[in-house]
C-alpha cells in the first residue's frame, strides 16, 4: 500500500496571497498524482491529475508540480472561494488520499 | 454526468448493506468505477474500484473480504454490497467515476455524487 503525507495539516492565508501545499508518496508514484478541493457539504472536486495537468475548468491560478514521491499544488493569489480542505491522491497503484490541508483565512 | 448513491441507514454491527449508485449523463460501459468513503469530519478513504470490463476490481484493505463491488451495464448502475459490517464503516459513502483513458481502475476521479450515509451502531 502506497501512503501518502501532506503537509501542513492547516494553513492560514490572507486573500491574495499565495499557498503552498505538500504531499509526499512512500513510494515513486511516477505523475499519477491528483488534487482536489473540498468545500463544507460538497463532494471533492477533481483540479489536477497527472501531477501538473489543470482538470476541465479549473482556474489558471491553481497549478501542481513535482514527479516521484514529492508534490506541491500551489495557488497563486487565493480567492474567497478557494477557502478549503485539500486533498492530494495517488494512483500508480490503488488509489490513496493523503489527510487533507486545511487553508483557512487568516 | 450525474451519480445518484441510494441504500446508506443506519445497520447493526454485523449485519449487511447494499449501495446504488445510478449513472446518467455518460457512456457507463466506457468508464472504472469506485466507491469512496468520508468518515464523519474526517478525511477521505478509497474503498473500491471496478474497470470498465469488471476485469479489474480492487479493495481498500480496511473493507477487503466484506465488501463486494460491481457493476450492471443494462441498469447504468454500480453497487457496493456491505457485509459484516463495523461501527468504523461509519461513512458518507460516495460514487466516484474514472476520467476517460483510464482502462483500469487505477486512475483519479473527474465526477462525484453527493454521497449516501451509512451508520453502523454497535
Known amino acids: 500500500e502506497i501512503v501518502v503525507t501532506q503537509s501542513p495539516a492547516a494553513l492560514s492565508v490572507s486573500p491574495g496571497e499565495r499557498a503552498t501545499l505538500s504531499c509526499r508518496a512512500s513510494?515513486?508514484?511516477?505523475?499519477?498524482f491528483a488534487w482536489y478541493q473540498q468545500t463544507p457539504g460538497q463532494p471533492p472536486r477533481l483540479l489536477i491529475h497527472?501531477?501538473?495537468t489543470r482538470a476541465t475548468g479549473v482556474p489558471a491560478r491553481f497549478s501542481g508540480s513535482g514527479s516521484g514521491t514529492e508534490f506541491t499544488l500551489t495557488i497563486s493569489s487565493l480567492q474567497s472561494e478557494d477557502f478549503a480542505v485539500y486533498y492530494c491522491?495517488?494512483?500508480?497503484?490503488?488509489?490513496?488520499f493523503g489527510p487533507g490541508t486545511k487553508v483557512d483565512v487568516k | 454526468v450525474q451519480l445518484v448513491e441510494s441504500g446508506g441507514g443506519l445497520v447493526q454491527s454485523g449485519r449487511s448493506l447494499r449501495l446504488s449508485c445510478a449513472a446518467s449523463?455518460?457512456?457507463?460501459?466506457?468508464?472504472?468505477m469506485h466507491w469512496v468513503r468520508q468518515s464523519p469530519g474526517k478525511g477521505l478513504e478509497w474503498v473500491a474500484g471496478?474497470?470498465?470490463?469488471?476485469?479489474?476490481?480492487g479493495y481498500a484493505d480496511s473493507v477487503a473480504g466484506r465488501f463486494t463491488i460491481s457493476r450492471d451495464s443494462a441498469k447504468k448502475s454500480l453497487y457496493l454490497q456491505m457485509s459484516r459490517l463495523r461501527p468504523e464503516d461509519t461513512a458518507l459513502y460516495y460514487c466516484?467515476?474514472?476520467?476517460?483513458?483510464?482502462?483500469?481502475?487505477?486512475?483519479?476521479?473527474?465526477?462525484w455524487g453527493q454521497g449516501t450515509l451509512v451508520t453502523v451502531s454497535s
Open positions: 466516484a467515476k474514472s476520467p476517460p483513458g483510464y482502462s483500469s481502475s487505477w486512475s483519479p476521479f473527474d465526477s
Open positions: 449523463g455518460f457512456t457507463f460501459d466506457d468508464y472504472a
Open positions: 471496478i474497470s470498465w470490463s469488471s476485469t479489474h476490481i
Open positions: 513510494q515513486s508514484v511516477g505523475s499519477n
Open positions: 497527472t501531477a501538473s
Open positions: 491522491q495517488q494512483y500508480n497503484d490503488w488509489p490513496s
